[in-house]
């Protein structure tokens, strides 16, 4: 036996400490505390199997984070020496999922001013705006991307576009967007924002009926839909 403790000293209180430390920051089930302390090392490892290791995905991306800021280094380098659209829309698209909106508008505003043929381009900048919360600037960007492409992202751009002419007052010109956004595209945002909408023609009994066939029960999803725009919890408590 005294070997046996000899083999796992001092990892046995090592094993315990990041045990008891994930315990405190995620709060699992109670009983795992009686697990982790009376344990030892082999209750502690346990615990660090079953809830610990199925967390390590959410490292993925603190790790992809370092990778694209390197990136973004990288490229601001390159193109002192090569200024190309190409270059400078791989900037803006690296910065706005850094959520770094301002930086990204004016990567992709050189991009367009440079090469002035991709859809992908005007999309990204509008996603930018909206970030920023400048719904006016958007719409330029997605009536042109929606008047190449309805179907551009699996008709995103035409939801976001309904979207942005209905927080404008623009609500009749929302309307053959939205038909045509919930006719081909059934993805919470799009069905998130059509309720929203509806609630601004005060047809609120119709908005809550919708918010309630696609509103996540979990709450990760409920923090997901509250992420996809800056406006996401005001509209979700008037809905």
Same mark, same amino acid.
């Given at each position: 036996?005294?070997?046996?403790?000899?083999?796992?000293?001092?990892?046995?209180?090592?094993?315990?400490?990041?045990?008891?430390? &994930?315990? =405190?920051?995620?709060? $699992?089930?109670?009983?795992?505390?009686?697990?982790?302390?009376?344990?030892?090392?082999?209750?502690?490892?346990?615990?660090?199997?079953?809830?610990?290791?199925?967390?390590?995905?959410?490292?993925?991306?603190?790790?992809?984070?370092? +990778?694209?800021?390197?990136?973004?280094?990288?490229?601001?380098?390159?193109?002192?020496?090569?200024?190309?659209?190409?270059?400078?829309?791989?900037?803006?698209?690296?910065?706005?999922?850094? *959520?770094?909106?301002?930086?990204?508008? %004016?990567?992709?505003?050189?991009?367009? =001013?440079?090469?002035?043929?991709? $859809? &992908?381009?005007?999309?990204?900048?509008? #996603?930018?705006?909206?970030?920023?919360?400048?719904?006016?600037?958007?719409? $330029? %960007?997605?009536? &042109?991307?929606? *008047?190449?492409? $309805?179907?551009?992202?699996?008709?995103?751009?035409?939801?976001?576009? =309904?979207?942005?002419?209905?927080?404008?007052?623009?609500?009749?010109?929302?309307?053959?967007?939205? =038909?045509?956004?919930?006719?081909?595209?059934?993805?919470?945002?799009?069905?998130?924002?059509?309720?929203?909408?509806?609630?601004?023609?005060?047809? +609120?009994?119709?908005?809550?009926?919708?918010?309630? %066939?696609?509103?996540?029960?979990?709450?990760?999803?409920?923090?997901?839909?509250?992420?996809?725009?800056?406006?996401?919890?005001? #509209?979700?408590?008037?809905?």
């Amino acid at each position: 036996m005294f070997g046996l403790r000899q083999l796992f000293y001092p990892w046995g209180f090592v094993v315990q400490a990041v045990a008891l430390v &994930h315990f =405190a920051r995620r709060r $699992p089930e109670g009983y795992w505390l009686y697990v982790i302390l009376f344990g030892g090392f082999v209750g502690a490892s346990a615990y660090i199997v079953v809830e610990v290791l199925p967390d390590a995905g959410l490292l993925r991306g603190v790790f992809q984070g370092f +990778g694209r800021r390197s990136r973004i280094q990288a490229l601001e380098i390159q193109i002192i020496d090569n200024p190309s659209a190409g270059n400078y829309e791989e900037l803006g698209e690296l910065c706005l999922e850094q *959520k770094q909106y301002a930086k990204a508008r %004016d990567s992709f505003d050189k991009a367009i =001013a440079a090469r002035g043929d991709s $859809p &992908h381009a005007f999309y990204n900048r509008a #996603k930018c705006n909206l970030g920023l919360g400048e719904l006016a600037s958007a719409i $330029p %960007d997605l009536e &042109h991307v929606v *008047k190449i492409d $309805p179907k551009f992202d699996y008709y995103r751009a035409t939801g976001l576009l =309904a979207d942005a002419y209905a927080q404008t007052g623009q609500l009749e010109r929302a309307a053959p967007y939205f =038909a045509e956004a919930t006719q081909f595209s059934t993805t919470p945002e799009t069905l998130y924002n059509y309720a929203n909408y509806l609630r601004l023609q005060n047809r +609120g009994d119709e908005a809550r009926e919708w918010r309630r %066939d696609f509103w996540p029960k979990s709450e990760p999803c409920r923090d997901t839909c509250k992420g996809w725009n800056v406006r996401g919890s005001a #509209k979700a408590r008037r809905c």
